[in-house]
């Protein structure tokens, strides 16, 4: 056996050393160099197995047997998705014998809405995104969010790659009056930028930072899109690579004129053009919508059951009126009085001593409800609803405030009164108001005022269903919007307060109260008070059957857990409709972004050969153009004082040419492999010069970037063509991993560490709370504070509930996630082609004894718990199915059943947290 494994050994190691020795012999001349060479003809109808086995075939090696099927689900989801599939999704997989089973479930997830999540977490990695600034000052960018939201709509929709990267390089230029094509530009002003080099230094200063700052962006073109280190010709020409000063500064002069920036998106647009693109958006929507409910109706079943809609109209389910009264107000106002009536009647326990009083609101306006409602009223400054006092906490665990709101004119600076107790001074108890277009939840207890804002502003014309919430036992004070946990900061005093509630029987202002807060111009409906607290499944159900659209956002897997028997197959349709919706919402969302942080370009001067680098020593002058070792056409014909678009333009253009850029369409081929399988055909995916890494499987990644081009570069296809191959689906035998450490020949497949996102992620996902919404600006889990023009960025309570995925934290410089940087998160400020994957106390610590560990665990507790297991038993199989997605084997259970009893289940669940099943992929 040793004599055996030993020849093997030797095989895989001639069969490695041979392939590099021969790249090297071969490259000769620079010029020769393999990554420069055309792609070589390949047999068209081959695969990706054909050139994985014939390697393994020259080293004598077998290849290990196709995984499980909880394995493989579970690695495609995250792969894809970036989270674990559900038990539900598992078990139907497990199930399902048809043969091409595994290719719908693929199929599936490509066209989830959570795809471009993933790609584009993985994107930003290598273009150093952040935001802030970096440096001294380390400003906060508030505005450079819609780009990352691009990168998620462009996945998602599979834009054509060339067309991908064109964009990013001079959408602005090429669509001019498309909003989209503007802020795809973000990738020119994502990195780090000295604010203080750039304009409050000496013109030598500013020159000195301005030359760096190129060196940095035509770094990151040219690793992101060629594999090459074109910044390392910025003194001299490269020492191994056949890249030239000039070919450095003939790229630096195609994007002299980039400027990180405000600018006006879609400025060029004519008059109105824009508010036509949003009308037509929101008609569209509304369609889809209908349409949805309609084949929901059609598909029958559990779909029809929660989705669609009886013969008349209305919602299938409960009216929200007998929603809202099943779940006990203390006040329900519907304002369904007419206009001869002085009194809004209460439909809640208390009853007619707390009817309210109008005080010159407009009456019998339309009703917010979509379907069953008859009137609402609309509150202006100086006309309000005044309720009489009545006792409001008295045997109750907590508040929850509920209505529906339409602004009807923006809201004005500073705050405006919504429904609340707002006496004079400091008696009052609980308030909703808005502050500057934002929810304010406000909040008096023995211990004080507390007061919470949400990061979303309402804006003008749009419905919205607003719950506030304070949970007396947690100490919580929480806002939602249209169903959902809103992401919010806090705003007043110090949270969690468990304290006792004080002033809690005032009279309620539904507008401006005594305290001199005015009422904004609104339309308000359904006003509604508990002496508890709504459980987040009532929330979202009631936000549901008001019948607004953010409410009916699904929740993909919880789509995926409704479907019973056959209706998976016959759903495709809706899925499709789902996905656009969900496309649809993200473009709305970018198309409301009027200002944004971006590319704000500026005409640059002539530019020169920079003898060492140095801005002082000017030598010959250059154009914009191409980089000559990658192929032909490097001369754009433009004077050097070119106008700064065109240069962009051209080069783009240049880089995007298949027929003389063979590296363009390779390297983004071996990214995508590294994906999949953790590393690329070539090991070094940001440098495919001479001192990076040959290929493993040259024929292969040829014939690989091939099929890109004949796909109409549509990166979707490549990775369904990757993720179905013989070679992504093998399980492990490490008999055959030793003889290959690196697994370079991929005859196994190695376990791999979630990234710290997805982990991050994942506990919230099993745990139930994970907020599924996509886009929109970024949550803070940090506090920021001044001192003189520094921004410091200082971690917030992990407790603190920012349910969204970690893809839309607020990616500040120097502001990391101690959870996150404790899993090997990069630094926003460096490219990040490959991760680190290290092992360090930290990371157990993290999963055991963070706060973000220790809530998540009793989410998941009381999750199994509210699912209704009947023993310790059963509620111990389902943390097993939640978590590692599999039942507990008998000795798994023998060994958890008398844990459980000594320690809880939320110990219990910290456990698997720490599972090295929970964290590897397989």
């Keep these: 056996m040793r004599t055996g494994s030993s020849r093997h050994s030797a095989m895989v190691r001639a069969a490695i050393v041979g392939l590099s020795v021969a790249a090297v012999i071969s490259a000769g001349a620079e010029e020769s160099h393999w990554a420069y060479a055309p792609l070589r003809s390949t047999e068209a109808k081959s695969s990706v197995d054909r050139f994985v086995d014939a390697k393994l075939g020259e080293a004598g090696m077998t290849a290990a047997p196709e995984a499980d099927r909880r394995t493989l689900i579970r690695r495609l989801s995250f792969d894809l998705l970036g989270l674990p599939p559900t038990p539900e999704e598992v078990e139907r997989f497990v199930r399902d014998r048809r043969a091409d089973a595994y290719e719908r479930v693929v199929d599936r997830y490509l066209s989830s809405p959570h795809f471009g999540e993933r790609q584009a977490r993985r994107w930003l990695d290598l273009v150093r995104w952040g935001e802030s600034s970096g440096f001294e000052q380390n400003t906060v960018w508030r505005e450079i969010w819609p780009y990352r939201d691009w990168l998620i709509h462009s996945f998602n ?171 006990g107000p203390l006040g329900y106002w519907r304002f369904q009085e007419s206009t001869e009536k002085e009194t809004a009647t209460n439909l809640g326990s208390v009853g007619e001593k707390a009817a309210g009083k109008f005080e010159g609101v407009d009456l019998a306006q339309e009703s917010l409800l979509a379907q069953e409602g008859d009137f609402a009223i609309r509150i202006r400054p100086g006309r309000r609803v005044v309720v009489p006092p009545f006792e409001k906490f008295a045997g109750g665990t907590g508040f929850t405030v509920e209505f529906l709101i339409m602004l009807e004119e923006d809201p004005p600076p500073g705050y405006r009164a919504v429904v609340g107790d707002g006496e004079s001074g400091e008696d009052f108890n609980l308030m909703v108001y808005l502050a500057e277009g934002k929810i304010r939840a406000h909040l008096r207890t023995e211990n004080g005022n507390r007061a919470v804002d949400s990061v979303e502003r309402l804006a003008k014309g749009s419905l919205t269903h607003v719950v506030t919430r304070w949970d007396a036992e947690r100490g919580d004070l929480s806002i939602f919007l249209n169903g959902s946990r809103a992401e919010s900061t806090t705003s007043i005093g110090k949270l969690p307060d468990r304290g006792a509630p004080v002033n809690t029987d005032n009279g309620l202002f539904f507008g401006g109260n005594e305290r001199g807060t005015d009422s904004p111009v609104a339309l308000l409906d359904e006003v509604a008070l508990y002496n508890k607290p709504l459980e987040r499944a009532r929330i979202a159900l009631h936000a549901h059957t008001a019948g607004i659209a953010g409410a009916r956002t699904w929740k993909w897997d919880g789509v995926l857990a409704v479907l019973e028997g056959e209706e998976i197959d016959r759903s495709a349709a809706l899925f499709d409709l789902e996905r656009e919706l969900s496309q649809k919402r993200l473009l709305l969302e970018l198309a409301r972004k009027r200002t944004i942080r971006g590319n704000a370009p500026s005409q640059p001067p002539v530019f020169h050969i920079l003898d060492r680098g140095d801005y002082r020593k000017r030598g010959a002058v250059v154009r914009a153009g191409g980089i000559a070792a990658v192929g032909s056409g490097t001369d754009f014909g433009l004077k050097p004082d070119a106008p700064e678009g065109e240069r962009r333009v051209r080069f783009a253009k240049w880089l995007t040419r298949t027929e003389n850029n063979p590296l363009f369409a390779r390297v983004i081929v071996n990214r995508l492999w590294q994906d999949h399988f953790g590393a690329g055909l070539i090991a070094t995916p940001n440098d495919f010069g001479r001192q990076g890494a040959p290929p493993s499987h040259p024929e292969l990644l040829d014939w690989l970037a091939q099929q890109l081009i004949e796909s109409g570069w549509s990166l979707k296809s490549l990775r369904r063509l990757i993720v179905t191959s013989r070679a992504y689906r093998r399980g492990l035998r490490r008999e055959l991993f030793s003889n290959d450490p690196g697994n370079r020949l991929l005859a196994v497949r190695v376990p791999r560490r979630l990234e710290a996102e997805a982990l991050r992620d994942s506990l919230y996902f099993v745990s139930g709370r994970l907020n599924p919404r996509i886009g929109g600006a970024p949550y803070l889990d940090v506090t920021i504070k001044t001192r003189g023009h520094a921004h410091h960025y200082h971690p917030a309570d992990d407790s603190f509930p920012f349910a969204r995925r970690s893809l839309y934290r607020l990616w500040a410089r120097s502001g990391p996630s101690p959870f996150l940087a404790a899993f090997d998160c990069p630094n926003t400020s460096v490219r990040t082609p490959v991760r680190a994957t290290t092992t360090t106390p930290l990371q157990a610590l993290a999963l055991l004894n963070s706060p973000l560990a220790d809530e998540l665990a009793q989410a998941m507790t009381e999750r199994v718990e509210r699912l209704g297991g009947k023993n310790a038993e059963d509620r111990i199989r389902a943390i097993y199915q939640h978590a590692l997605q599999r039942a507990p084997s008998g000795e798994e259970l023998a060994a958890a059943l008398p844990f459980a009893a000594e320690h809880g289940l939320r110990e219990f669940c910290l456990v698997l947290f720490n599972s090295s099943e929970f964290v590897y992929v397989d």
């Design 157 to 327: 929709r599979d834009l054509p790659y060339d067309e991908f990267v064109r964009l990013q390089l001079a959408g602005d230029v090429l669509h001019p009056n498309d909003p989209l094509a503007v802020t795809a530009t973000g990738f020119l002003a994502c990195g780090p930028y000295d604010k203080i080099g750039n304009e409050g230094g000496t013109e030598s200063m500013q020159q000195m930072t301005r030359q760096t700052e190129l060196g940095d962006l035509v770094g990151t073109i040219s690793q992101t899109f060629l594999g090459l280190s074109l910044d390392c010709a910025r003194c001299h020409d490269h020492k191994f690579d056949a890249l030239s000063q000039k070919d450095y500064f003939q790229v630096a002069a195609s994007f002299g004129g980039t400027r990180v920036g405000m600018r006006e998106n879609g400025k060029g647009a004519r008059p109105g053009e824009l508010e036509g693109r949003l009308k037509v958006l929101a008609k569209e929507i509304a369609a889809l919508e209908e349409q949805r409910s309609r084949l929901s109706d059609q598909l029958g079943g559990a779909l029809a059951r929660r989705y669609g809609r009886s013969a008349d109209g209305q919602v299938a389910h409960e009216s929200y009126a007998e929603l809202v009264r099943a779940d």
